[in-house]
Structure formats: structure tokens, C-alpha cells
């Protein structure tokens, strides 16, 4: 007996006791730090798919719980927090976004063949080549932003000439502008008429702009390959310099909480997975913005929540069709996927490649300071393998 | 190509940020050989003073919406104000510990600052509109200048032409530059330790309130992490300038912001990347030949 009181004490120690049969997704995610406002919202939107399967009768006949634990933005607290949930019996992870800050709980869980989604990397690394065969990323490439960028302005705004201007900070920058610089001269009559580099934290890109400026005719667009807070002002410092061409950006920019940086933007767009601005083409994204306002209390700001949804989405449907949980086999089934539909698009996954290298893309173009969804664009061919990894 | 004017306003644009901010350091070290490594959270602090507290995706002016005859001092004042309080609370209680203690407890104010600014604004960077109209392009000698990069060059001279002023023809200057000279021997002669110190910090934070404005009229963005990469410049600055040394620190700044527009304008694509990597082995070059700075101040100890 009183041994019987001890395990129960202990038992009860252990945290939050779930029913024996619940299905646990562990969240390492930063819930401090400048990494959280990026990380709660898709974060937020994976919860809103667990309670909307939840509510739905749930994943295998059981309901899914989750764990989090805070990896404080810090590498070495990301891999403490990925140990963490594997002791508090995570059957998945999810990790922070960024594939730098998220890589240390993937591994973790990798090596325990335990599947891994990072919450919106878009770095290849992010998956087989850089963490190993159960990590996968719910985001869209970023040289697939890039080549949509590429291929979209030359289709729609007769782009001849562009100049690319690239930030060196972080890698997600390198692949936008290698998706840009793949796609764009191979296109009719197209040339890059000059190159320039910058980084995020520079007080000032004077000397790139009187670059740009030196050029005998100005470019019709400029490959923006950067991330606010360096981008918004690259964008205010281009426009004061009286430069006016068409700026082409990640995804990264998108979201409206920047532009007083730059009051009055325009000719200024962005590829995203779904609009936030209440006008996607596609009714499922509203209802999601409306039940993500529902949750949070706020619209999201950007559309860096929605890849949260998507892959709770994926994952579970390929859970379903294992009928199993373990990690092999819910692997081979994701690897399955061509052009699975979702609410944000259709998504596909290979042996090769854990990532989208294929995507419809909404386009958003900010004009007197007002963002709006214009047009979608799929990129013509998927971006090779040999792009990605270069 | 790019025009040599147009080359000079962008040096010194850059050159006058650094400037001011390695000035702001140099006052310091001057008087309580302390390098203060908070002074970049002291001007991402005042940039944030610009807006209302909330984690909120976007910021919404506070002071940023007063006019610019008040806002200007308002931002000075909270800049010093903020410097006098840490010395009052902290660097004081320090005065006798060693260099690298003081070092230390800069670090963690930095740090605290810092955090606490990422618990009131959130981890996620603001725009801030603060006068849009000085970003409008201006013709002057062949090159074409935003308006705001002719006014920091402006106010950067007005500002060193103002403490030169204060340094030579006020007592409090007087004290100032004999406590950096030697300063237990200027308060055996009289000057009082404590004035001297909290004149030194309330300019040094004034400084950064300055930088802070100019930074985000250019930048047109707030983030938690911005003051970091100014203070390293600025700190570097003050290394090669000689450490103490105003002028020094005044000169090095503009020396710094000069060599890495240059950088940038003349290397070549492949090389432009590592643009910092290139200006810092200048400032080894640097103090391999000088090691104890370009304009050392007379009572600079010798290093080992």
C-alpha cells in the first residue's frame, strides 16, 4: 500500500497526467527571446489543427496533447528542451523556426527516429541534408520565393533588367536570391545588370544605393534578399535615395506592422503561402484567419503562421494512413505526398527532399502603403536539387 | 562609377554615427576608466522611448509624435538621464573596483536593458516613422544626398563643436579633461569626483539619444538588438583612437565609417561580404603599428 502511495506521488510529481492512449506533440519552441514572435503564432495555428482533429474525433481514434518547452532562443537550450520532451514521452516534435535556433532539438529527436517538423524554416538544410531522414520543415523554400519573384515580374511586369541586392546575414537570404538568380536569366530577353551585398545590422546602405544610382539606367526591379529589421531599412533608406524601381522580397516581408518604416510604399511585393489581408483567392485561408483570431486574439500579423497549420495537417494525415505513430513508417508515408492538397496549397515530399521545392505562391503588392493580394504564380519547374544545395 | 562627393557624404554620414557614439564611450573611459558596454542598449533604449510599450505586431508613436523642438531635448534628457541613474545606482557603488569588474557590471546592464526591453515591445522589430521628410534626395556638388545624411553631418560637427566649447570654456570641462588626465591628482586639487562623473555620463547618454534619433530617422526601424553593432564600432573607435583620448575617438569613428564605405564601394563582388573582415584586419594593422592608439592621451599607461 504504501508503496501504491508512493508511485501515485511520484506519478503526480511527473506533471500534467494525460489519459494512457493520448497522442503527445512536443513543442520546443522559443517561448522567450526575439525568436517568440515568430515562433507563437505558427505555433498557435499547430494548435488550432490539433483542436480542430481533436474535435473531429481525433488522430487514430486518440486524442493528440501537447508539451512545450522554451528554448529561450538559445542553441544550447534547444537541444536541452528537445531532450526534455522526449523524457516527457513526445511522440512528435515540432521546433522553432529558424533552422539554426531549431537543428538542436531536431537532432535530438532524429536520433531517437522520432519525426521533426520545423515550424517555418526554409533553409534546405532544414530536413535531410542538414539534420537526417525524420526531420522535415512546414515552410515553402526560399528559392522558390525567389524564382516566383523571378519568373511573376517578367511575366506581369515585362522585367527586363534587375539588380540584386542581397543581405550576407543569414542563409535564408542566400536562397532567395539563388531562387532569383536561377530563374531569372533563363527568362527572354532578361539580364542582371549588377550585384551588391549588405548586412541586417548596417547603420546605413549609402554606399550600395550610390552603387545603384551609378548605373546608367536604373534596374527594372531589385531583388531584395533580406529580413526586417535590415530589409525595412534598406527599403526606407532605397526610397529616400529617389530609387523607384519595382522591389522584389521574400516572404519574409510580408506583413504590415513595418511600413511606417517607409510611409506611402509603393510598386513593392511579396510571395506568400496565404494573405493575411482578408482577400485570398482561397475561402479556407480567411476561415483560418478567423479562427486563428478567434485563438489569439488578433489577426495574424504575418503569414509565418500559417506553415504551423500545414504541417499538423500533413502530419496527421500521414499518421492516418501509417495507423501508426512510428517514425519510420509515418516517414515513409509523408515521403508519399505529391501535391497532397491543404488549405494553403498543394504540398509534396520525397526521399530526396523534406521542403517544398514547388509552390502556388500568392502574390502581394503594397501600393501607397496599402498590402493587397493581387495574384497567385506557380513557378514554372521546381527548383533542382543542385540549386538548392549550392 | 561612383562620384567622389558622392563617396565623401557617405563616409561621412557613417562616420559621424560612429563618431558620436565612440565619443560617448571615450567621456566615460575618461574619467572612470570604465568601457561601457551598456552604452548600445542606451540608444536602443531611447529609440524605443519613441514608442508605446506592447508586444503589438505594429508600434505606435509615444514621444515619436511630439514635435521636433520638444522632442530633441526630451530624447537628450531621457538618454542622459538614463546614464546618470545607472551611475548612481551602479557604476558608483563600483568606483573602487577594478576596470574588469566595472566591465563586467556594464556587460550585465546591457543585458538587463536589453531584456527588459524585449519584455515590454516583444522580440519582433517595430517601424518607427519619425520625419519621413528627411529622407527626400538633394543635389549638391554632383552627388545626390538624402537630406538627413547632410543633417547628420551637420549636427555631428555642431555636437563636437558644442562639447569642444563646453570642454575648454566651462569649469565643468576643465574638470573633465584634468580628471582624465590624471584624475586623483585633479581631486587632490579640488575637483569634486562625483560632478565630474555624472556630467561625464549625462553627455555620454545625451550622445546616445543623439545616435539613437539619427539611427532610426535613416533606419526607419526599432529592434531590441540594434544598439550592439554601433557600440562594438564605436568601442573600437575608441580603441584606436587611443583610449581617453576625444579627439582620438572623434577622429577614429569618422576614420572607421570612411574605410568601410570605401570598402564597400571598391571591393570587388566576391570579396564584399567579408567587408568587416577586411576593416577589422585594418584595425589590427592599426594597432600593430600604434598600439597604444593613433592619439593617445599623455597619461596613457604603457601595455604589456
Redesign the interface.
Known amino acids: 500500500m504504501k508503496r501504491l502511495t508512493t508511485a501515485a506521488a511520484v506519478l503526480a510529481l511527473c506533471g500534467p497526467a494525460y489519459a494512457a492512449d493520448d497522442i503527445t506533440v512536443g513543442f520546443a519552441i522559443a517561448k522567450s527571446g526575439w525568436m517568440e514572435a515568430y515562433d507563437t503564432p505558427a505555433a498557435t495555428a499547430a494548435k488550432i489543427r490539433i483542436d480542430e482533429i481533436n474535435a473531429n474525433g481525433g488522430l487514430l481514434g486518440r486524442q493528440i496533447n501537447w508539451v512545450e518547452s522554451d528554448t529561450k532562443t538559445d542553441r544550447a537550450q534547444a537541444a536541452k528542451a528537445g531532450l526534455q520532451l522526449i523524457d516527457e514521452g513526445a511522440d512528435m516534435m515540432v521546433v522553432t523556426c529558424d533552422y539554426d535556433f531549431g537543428a538542436p532539438a531536431a537532432l535530438s529527436a532524429d536520433a531517437e527516429g522520432m519525426i521533426s517538423f520545423f515550424l517555418c524554416a526554409e533553409d534546405v538544410k532544414a530536413g535531410i541534408q542538414g539534420v537526417g531522414p525524420y526531420s522535415f520543415s512546414g515552410s515553402v523554400l526560399a528559392p522558390v520565393q525567389g524564382a516566383t519573384m523571378a519568373e511573376w515580374s517578367h511575366a506581369k511586369r515585362n522585367a527586363k533588367t534587375g539588380y540584386v541586392l542581397l543581405d550576407t546575414t543569414i542563409e535564408y537570404n542566400k536562397g532567395i536570391c539563388t531562387g532569383f538568380d536561377w530563374m531569372f536569366p533563363r527568362l527572354d530577353g532578361t539580364e542582371i545588370v549588377g550585384r551588391d551585398t549588405f548586412k541586417n545590422d548596417d547603420a546605413s546602405i549609402a554606399s550600395q544605393i550610390s552603387r545603384i544610382k551609378a548605373l546608367p539606367e536604373q534596374p527594372d526591379v531589385i531583388m531584395l534578399c533580406s529580413y526586417i529589421p535590415g530589409a525595412a531599412s534598406a527599403v526606407r533608406q532605397l526610397r529616400a535615395a529617389g530609387i523607384d524601381s519595382l522591389i522584389l522580397n521574400g516572404s519574409s516581408m510580408d506583413g504590415s506592422y513595418w511600413l511606417d518604416a517607409t510611409p506611402n510604399l509603393s510598386n513593392f511585393v511579396v510571395p506568400v503561402q496565404g494573405s493575411i489581408y482578408g482577400d485570398d483567392p482561397r475561402p479556407e485561408v480567411e476561415a483560418f484567419n478567423k479562427a486563428y483570431e478567434a485563438k489569439a486574439g488578433a489577426r495574424p500579423a504575418s503569414s509565418y503562421a500559417y506553415p504551423g497549420y500545414v504541417l499538423m495537417e500533413l502530419w496527421a494525415k500521414a499518421v492516418e494512413r501509417a495507423g501508426t505513430l512510428d517514425g519510420a513508417t509515418v516517414t515513409a508515408e509523408l515521403e508519399k505526398m505529391r501535391n497532397e492538397a491543404t488549405a494553403f496549397g498543394p504540398r509534396s515530399f520525397t526521399d530526396e527532399l523534406h521542403h517544398q521545392n514547388f509552390a502556388e505562391m500568392q502574390i502581394i503588392e503594397i501600393s501607397g502603403g496599402t498590402p493587397k493580394a493581387i495574384d497567385s504564380w506557380t513557378i514554372s519547374e521546381p527548383v533542382p536539387l543542385e540549386v538548392l544545395l549550392k | 562609377?561612383?562620384?567622389l562627393s558622392?563617396?565623401f557624404?557617405?563616409a561621412a554620414?557613417?562616420g559621424g554615427?560612429?563618431a558620436l557614439a565612440a565619443l560617448g564611450i571615450a567621456l566615460i573611459f575618461g574619467v572612470m576608466n570604465l568601457v561601457n558596454f551598456a552604452h548600445g542598449e542606451y540608444i536602443t533604449f531611447c529609440v524605443f522611448a519613441l514608442i508605446v510599450p506592447s508586444t503589438?505586431?505594429?508600434?505606435h508613436l509615444f514621444l515619436g509624435k511630439a514635435p521636433a523642438i520638444v522632442l530633441v531635448p526630451v530624447m537628450l534628457m531621457i538618454g542622459g538621464g538614463l546614464a546618470v541613474l545607472s551611475e548612481a545606482l551602479i557604476f558608483r557603488r563600483l568606483r573602487n573596483a577594478t576596470p574588469v569588474t566595472m566591465m563586467i557590471a556594464s556587460f550585465a546592464l546591457g543585458f538587463v536593458l536589453q531584456y527588459a526591453l524585449?519584455a515590454a515591445y516583444?522580440?519582433?522589430?517595430?517601424?518607427?516613422?519619425l520625419w519621413?521628410g528627411l529622407?527626400?534626395?538633394v543635389e549638391l556638388l554632383g552627388?545626390?544626398v538624402?537630406l538627413?545624411?547632410l543633417l547628420v553631418i551637420g549636427v555631428t560637427v555642431a555636437i563636437l563643436v558644442i562639447l569642444f566649447l563646453l570642454l575648454r570654456h566651462t569649469r565643468l570641462g576643465l574638470e573633465m579633461r584634468a580628471a582624465a588626465e590624471n584624475f586623483t591628482m585633479a581631486r587632490m586639487l579640488g575637483v569634486k569626483a562625483n560632478r565630474v562623473i555624472t556630467g561625464a555620463f549625462a553627455i555620454s547618454g545625451a550622445l546616445a539619444a543623439a545616435v539613437a534619433l539619427i539611427?532610426v530617422t535613416?533606419?526607419?526601424?526599432?529592434?531590441?538588438?540594434?544598439g550592439?553593432?554601433?557600440m562594438l564600432v564605436a568601442f573600437i573607435a575608441t580603441v584606436i583612437g587611443g583610449m581617453g583620448s576625444l579627439p582620438g575617438a572623434v577622429a577614429a569613428g569618422f576614420l572607421l565609417g570612411a574605410a568601410s564605405?570605401m570598402l564597400?564601394?571598391f571591393l570587388p563582388?566576391d570579396a564584399?561580404?567579408f567587408?568587416?573582415a577586411f576593416l577589422y584586419s585594418l584595425v589590427i594593422g592599426c594597432l600593430l603599428l600604434r598600439p597604444q592608439g593613433l592619439f593617445a592621451s599623455a597619461s596613457a599607461k604603457p601595455r604589456v
Do not use: E
Open positions: 562609377m561612383t562620384s558622392q563617396l557624404f557617405d554620414s557613417l554615427i560612429y503589438d505586431a505594429a508600434a524585449l516583444g522580440g519582433r522589430p517595430k517601424a518607427v516613422s519621413p529622407n527626400t534626395p552627388a545626390s538624402p538627413l545624411q539611427l535613416q533606419t526607419g526601424v526599432a529592434d531590441v538588438r540594434m550592439g553593432p554601433v564605405v564597400q564601394a563582388l564584399r561580404p567587408r568587416d
